[in-house]
């Protein structure tokens, strides 16, 4: 069987990752846009071990469509901390670490955004990679509209990969989980 070029290039860049002990963080939000924040926030070690898994109780409600995707509604959240209140713990443990994120813009934009309201701007600290977009070039689709690599939800990479889904599914702890094991998938070999 021949190896491509992308997957054993993804594959080594999966094993240098892991070789940083990295952290994997996940979020789940009030929604996509431009206001929305964190309602829940983890951060796992290289191994797997939460070092954070908290709700957040956002400055905003969590409307029904956000709702329908993590579960997390308003009442869930309402004795939560802050996520001004989160931010020394979080900032601390990804200071000066390799984080990897599935789809780290979208989560890295909702950290700063939830940060916005209480005049907090996070200072560069952290070397964040994308899982997402590795993905994608281990999976060696190419998508001609964008003209790069064929990019695919959390969801559909893990069924491709053939990795099981927590019965938490689009909670930030089981998510940050997967994002580990689909790293760990990638870094096994090209040869998959």
């Given amino acids: 069987m021949t190896i491509s070029p992308a997957r054993a290039q993804?594959?080594?860049?999966?094993?240098?990752?892991?070789?940083?002990?990295?952290?994997?963080?996940?979020t789940e939000t009030?929604?996509?846009?431009?206001?929305?924040?964190?309602?829940?926030?983890?951060?796992?070690?290289?191994a797997g071990a939460p070092l954070l898994d908290t709700l957040v109780r956002p400055?905003?409600?969590i409307p029904h469509r956000a709702t329908l995707v993590?579960?997390?509604?308003?009442?869930?959240?309402?004795?939560?901390?802050?996520?001004?209140?989160?931010?020394?713990?979080?900032?601390?443990?990804?200071?000066?670490?390799?984080?990897?994120?599935?789809?780290?813009?979208?989560?890295?934009r909702l950290v700063v955004?939830?940060?916005?309201?209480?005049?907090?701007?996070p200072k560069a600290g952290a070397l964040a990679s994308c899982a997402m977009t590795l993905f994608a070039k281990?999976?060696?689709?190419?998508?001609?509209?964008?003209?790069?690599?064929k990019w695919y939800s959390l969801d559909a990479a893990a069924a491709i990969a053939g990795l099981p889904r927590d019965a938490q599914r689009?909670?930030?702890?089981?998510?940050?989980?997967?994002?580990r094991q689909i790293l760990l998938h990638i870094a096994q070999g090209a040869d998959q």
């Fill in 30 to 46: 009030t929604g996509f846009a431009d206001t929305d924040q964190i309602c829940e926030i983890a951060v796992l070690d290289a």
């Fill in 59 to 61: 400055l905003i409600p």
């Fill in 170 to 179: 689009h909670r930030a702890r089981a998510d940050a989980e997967l994002c």
């Fill in 113 to 121: 955004q939830s940060l916005l309201p209480y005049n907090i701007v």
């Fill in 70 to 108: 993590h579960g997390l509604a308003d009442h869930d959240v309402a004795f939560a901390r802050p996520f001004d209140a989160i931010w020394p713990e979080l900032d601390a443990l990804l200071r000066g670490r390799h984080v990897v994120i599935y789809n780290a813009p979208y989560d890295l």
């Fill in 10 to 26: 993804a594959a080594a860049t999966a094993r240098r990752w892991l070789s940083n002990h990295p952290l994997f963080l996940d």
């Fill in 138 to 149: 281990w999976n060696g689709e190419w998508n001609p509209d964008r003209g790069g690599w």
